[in-house]
């Protein structure tokens, strides 16, 4: 019997914090047994991996009998001993827990090029990253391409960047490598503040070294000889294994010296960030790096030109790095295959909120929302109405239903009032009131404003004032027209990126969800019952048994009522926290 | 205290560090920025004192009080948000009896944090207890995560 047995467990943050270390080290403790040794030993591999995308159903693990693998979901420590009985003893899979058609369906639509080796190889080891083509575009670039072929591969491919801009990934080297100077620098910027976004996170987690790879070659292309990476603290499992795959890349001789035995020298260094949302603007992220106050400056001059202690800087986004190699290796054309005419490639999205498959998913650019939401991400959550889809964080819009069959590219976002941005997307439901989802991101922006300029730290506060009156009922007539207003004045006054896109969650949900704006505003009503003060709890008398159970567990003791007796709520007690909503498994607490 | 700035400062000096890496070993050593700490690197290096105000008022990562020794960070990212991450925190500051405009119980036992976003929208809403991420998280399973820190275990 000769038998190869591979077990990969998800290591991502998502499968940390389900318990993926735990099965990890209940696997190696059951198959370490005296018996499974020498049985197994010999034949049987335990691999970390990373991020594997479908975190909604993590601990995810794989059994991989003779290349025959069967994916597990929901996997805990203590039911690792069944599997490693049953499955990989006797050959037999435990079926109840292996995934559904869900996880076929989630995986069907999309295409994986920078994810393509996330969750598959071990993320801490180079040989496992070499083993699956790792580092041979570097050696192509460093042995057959000059830097301008290689500049020009990259601008055949329609590579432009994944942080949100989308600008075209050749053209910003072409631009640095004409620029003549004794000191150029190539950065990556991990600093992935938009809430609801962690593509790069998981990119870095799941492959470190594609990213770390694709810095090289952009490096020898623009002629850099000093790299940085700017990530967030915030990712500690990211930066801990970036650290890792340095040391091993310095060791292997494809950072440091003289790489591959040429002249060319690169060295890399790790910068955290400190948590500043407006620090991935990159003449802040500059700043950061330098020391100082992370505050954006005017542009021109762009980093290209006079970018870190003055040297011309290409400033690079996980996600446009990752898909370097790639490239390098399979060719321009390859690579141009996929997407729209304008947009090539795949792209990276967070996919997240009420959908049921929530997760990391990648697809060819041009695919529709509606192929996302529901092929990809399986519909809404209990089967509720699909209400829109927030894209690009803070900085993007909500897209409504009725745009579920647009084709998904950097032009087409902005044409409905959102944007690509680095990839977050989130599904909204009847349940989500767009007001205070508006709300929610202004008030990022808001806090995260630098103060630098005038219109986005003073517009910014003035918009959320006006949008916090809405949303607890004192709302005036003429507030629509005054956020519009004041929105158009931000977007065309601000100094950086971060104020002229903060107004967009702001006027796009006006432009799809007026409705929403004046029922909160007129009728003082919230007709999704999300906004505190707008909403009254109740207790419905011809459902409520007398259990207690609000009663014991609310938080204000605004709640009375004798055992098997109708209880109350008492209006001035009570907080709106929703406990009671929640707790009561008689459907009989009423929200209005 | 001195021999911990010295080491920072050997640090600062080997590693062409700038006031950004400063105030973060601080940070990571203490738990906050202590006001005296702030004001022998000031004298150490000739950098005005509010030079490194400045810096580390500017930055979300840098507290300018000590911190509970239990800190209880809840992820506000968008995810979260709409999974209910607002009223977990709410419920949090009863539960503690933290008053609004503070973050930290008076006995310095709890801190209760907000961050903007850790990345891990997949498994929303998400707590990080005392660094340990904690998704998918209920009032129910929070209030018991509660007990068990308070019992100490």
Redesign the interface.
Known sequence: MNKDIIIKVCTG??G???GGKEVLSSFKNALSSAAMEAAFYEKCSIHKVGCRG???K?VLVDIIINGEKTTYKYIKPDMVERIVNEHIMMGNPVKEWIVGDEFYNFHGKQTKVVLSNCGVIDPEDINAYIAVGGYEATRKVFTSMSPEETIGVIKNSGLRGRGGAGFPTGLKWEICRRKQSEQKYIICNAD???????MD??VIEGNPHSVIEGMIIGAYAIGADKGYVYIR????LAVDRLKKVLDQAKQHGFIGNNILGTEFNFDVKIK??????VCGEETALIA?I?????MPRARPPFPVESGLWGGPTVINNVETLANVPYIITRGAAWFSSFGTEKSKGTKVF?L???VKN???IEVPLGITLREIIYDIGGGIEGDRTFKAV?TG?PSGGCIPAKFLDLEVDYESLAQVGSIMGSG?M?A?DET?CMVN?AK??LE?TQA?S?GKCTPCRVGTKRMLEILDRITSGKGREGDIELLEELGQDVKTSSLCGLGMTAPNPVLSTIRYFRDEYEAHIKDKKCPAAVCKDLIIYSILKELCTGCGVCKR?C??GAITGRRKKIHKIAPELC?K???CF??CKFKAISKA | MEEVLERILTDYRNNE?????I??DLEETFGYIPEEAVNWFSKRLDIPVSRFY??AT?????HLRPRGENVITVC?????????SE?LI??LL??LDIPLDKNTTDDLKFTVEK??????????P?IIMN?????KM???KLMRDMKRLRAGE
């Open positions: 943050t998502g940390v914090a389900t479908f975190c909604a993590d992935e503040g938009d809430p609801g976004a962690f996170r998981s603290a915030e990712y500690p955290l960030g400190a948590g500043a949302f950061s330098e020391g100082k106050r992370g967070a997240t909120g009420k929530t997760g990391l927030q964080g977050g989130v909204l989500d989802t929610f991101f990022f995260e630098c567990e938080p204000a907080v926290c929703g406990t929640d707790v | 560090g700038n006031i950004i890496t105030l973060q400045g810096i500017f930055y979300a990562q840098f506000r990212g968008t995810a979260c948000h709409v999974k209910g009223r709410n419920r009863i539960e961050v903007n976003c850790v990345g891990a929208c997949g498994i929303a998400v660094k340990k991420v904690r998704g209920t009032l129910d």
